[in-house]
């Protein structure tokens, strides 16, 4: 009787820990949904809500911002105050603001909501990562729920241009933020009975709340200063005073991370040269990829006429390309390395960007958009995977929890300070050609051509990256990060979150984990 019962239990346990992975992937879903769902609303909620084309960036900015600065912070805190807890109060923040946002009747309004969502976002995401590697064994238990995890949270890239298209063409915009709400709730709802309260073992009980403040404040500044330009000029005071005041607040976050007990960001890890290789490449490829989707949406409503759900659907294959992609590219970086595949897809992706810049004013779907979006799509799926892998390449165990939110963070600000720019160039050359009496929509789609030039640009600088991997100095380097890891001293300071320990029980990391890297975490596909 005694071990019926006992056996019962520990089934009724199993049970539970998959319906908590079940919850916890599909809270991670609404996250990756989001930014692929709001894209499609772009054009929409710029006639709804009056917002000028350079405007208009800060729907996607708002967020990125927001959660790129806090992501870091987020998981700390909820190793501190306990994941469990920290995660639901992510879900409460980020369906209040996504009611926010469905209810807003001005550009400001809108704006201040998606910041909110984004800083839900980030406490929601880190801690859900941590409690799903809290829940289950390390090794082929942990490695099967990151497998589930990765093709949920994946799935939601493309699901997000589907059903942002079908929300907004049958209900509006609006909707495409309301249908958050309920599915926070109830997954908030249902958290304490499925998901178990877990802690992080760190040696500090402090959090660097000045430095993820003074950071986000600091880039925001320099996204504002980069966006009215196009309105006021360059020289005007409140450019050249955001300018400043974002100088100012960067170099303090600087001087607040050298003096922390418990830095957001230990400067000292990007000696690890793998680290810093892909932290950079990251935030170049980052700045063109949120661009990409950004202007490929406008182009195809705007310029083409495309309904919402016909751009949805139209953009299905380049989603769901990037998941699809990623799955062979494993497979590659064991036969070829790490180097050959990340080049390989960032020459793609450059490729692809450079193919967009040819779009027509009259453009059609097949002969224009298919063909350099499924490049784009494999060049994305290509990089994605070994840019990962390096990112935790030479890194201790204790280190993995850091190494992953810093390449996050860095998708994230890349993404919103190359939307910025991005966004300022194509609005200066759109506003000159109409001002020299050009038909819109060609002014429209030439400003669109200047914006995936620059952005294939960004990829340049990733290419230039990437290509310093393997390099005599890098090999150097690592070596002598070696030689500190086999006599390590006694560290001062934990260095920062435990989100995940992406390896398999003989230490590699898992096809399946990098898949899920992919789009987790906050990825912006």
Do not use: C
């Not at 926070?184 to 009975?193: D, E, G, N, R």
């Not at 038909?439 to 952005?455: K, Y």
């Amino acid at each position: 009787m005694s071990v019926a019962t006992t056996t019962r239990a520990r089934a009724g346990d199993g049970d539970r820990r998959w319906w908590a992975l079940a919850l916890l992937a599909i809270a991670e879903f609404v996250v990756v949904l989001d930014a692929s769902i709001v894209n499609i609303a772009l054009p929409s909620i710029g006639r709804g809500l009056h917002f000028s084309l350079a405007n208009l960036s800060w729907v996607v900015n708002a967020y990125v911002l927001t959660f790129g600065g806090f992501l870091l912070l987020g998981g700390r805190i909820a190793d501190l105050l306990g994941r469990r807890r920290v995660f639901m109060i992510g879900l409460g923040v980020f369906a209040l603001a996504s009611l926010a946002g469905g209810l807003a009747q001005s550009p400001a309004w809108l704006i201040g909501a998606r910041a909110a969502q984004g800083l839900g976002a980030a406490l929601m995401a880190p801690a859900a990562l941590s409690l799903v590697t809290a829940t289950f064994r390390e090794g082929s238990e942990r490695n099967r729920a990151l497998s589930v995890w990765g093709a949920v949270a994946g799935s939601g890239a493309a699901a997000g241009v589907l059903l942002g298209g079908v929300l907004t063409s049958t209900l509006g915009w609006r909707s495409v933020l309301f249908v958050n709400v309920p599915i926070a709730i109830v997954a908030a709802l249902l958290t304490p009975s499925l998901v178990a309260e877990s802690r992080g073992e760190i040696s500090h009980r402090g959090f660097d709340l000045p430095g993820a403040v003074t950071v986000t404040v600091g880039l925001s500044a320099l996204v504002y200063g980069l966006v009215r330009a196009t309105g006021v000029g360059w020289s005007s005071p409140q450019t050249v005073g955001a300018l400043v005041a974002s100088a100012l607040l960067l170099a303090g976050f600087v001087v607040i991370e050298r003096r922390s007990s418990a830095p957001l960001v230990p400067f000292a890890f990007f000696r690890n040269p793998s680290v810093r290789v892909a932290n950079v490449t990251m935030l170049a490829m980052g700045a063109a990829v949120i661009g990409l989707f950004y202007f490929l949406s406008l182009y195809i409503q705007e310029v083409l006429g495309y309904s919402a759900i016909k751009a949805g659907i139209s953009q299905l294959p380049l989603a769901a390309g990037v998941i699809l992609a990623a799955g062979i590219a494993s497979p590659l970086v064991a036969r070829t390395g790490a180097r050959t595949v990340l080049i390989t897809g960032l020459v793609l992706f450059a490729g692809g960007l450079v193919w967009f810049a040819q779009l027509p004013v009259h453009g059609t779907y097949v002969a224009d958009l298919l063909g350099p979006s499924l490049l784009i799509a494999l060049g994305l799926g290509l990089a994605f995977i070994p840019l990962t892998i390096l990112s935790v390449t030479s890194v201790e165990d204790a280190e993995y929890g850091l190494a992953s939110g810093l390449v996050n963070t860095a998708q994230q600000i890349g993404g919103a300070l190359g939307l910025a720019v991005l966004a300022t160039i194509a609005t200066s050359r759109t506003n000159h050609l109409v001002a020299s009496h050009r038909a819109l929509n060609q002014a429209l789609t030439l400003g669109f051509h200047s914006a995936f030039l620059a952005a294939g640009g960004f990829v340049l600088l990733a290419i230039i990256a990437a290509a310093t991997i393997g390099t005599r100095a890098t090999r150097r380097q690592e070596t002598l990060a070696q030689a500190t890891r086999d006599h390590p001293t006694p560290p001062e300071h934990d260095v920062g979150p435990a989100f995940v320990r992406r390896r398999s029980e003989d230490g590699t990391q898992t096809a399946s984990s990098m898949r899920g890297a992919l789009t987790s975490e906050g990825a912006t596909l």
